[in-house]
């Protein structure tokens, strides 16, 4: 299923990030209670790279498993 960043992540007034629903990214689990800055890495992944892209996920059991993310034009 293909989301929108935005559609996953909420950015924060002060540029932070939050996700909206529960992610799994490699092998963290990141849920709405936490927010991130620039800089922070996750599996090796920093997401903040991807603002603007579409995210490729598969929902098992509510939570959304990142399989990749799709380049931005």
Known sequence: MRYK?????KE??????TP???IKLDSV???PSITFGKGVSFGGINIFNFKGSDIEVVDIGGTLVVKGFYEYK
């Not at 960043?5 to 992540?9: G, S, V």
């Not at 924060?12 to 990030?17: A, F, K, N, T, V």
């Open 5 to 9: 960043f935005d559609e996953l992540f």
């Open 12 to 17: 924060e007034p002060d540029g932070r990030l």
């Open 20 to 22: 909206r629903k529960i």
């Open 29 to 31: 689990t990141l849920s």
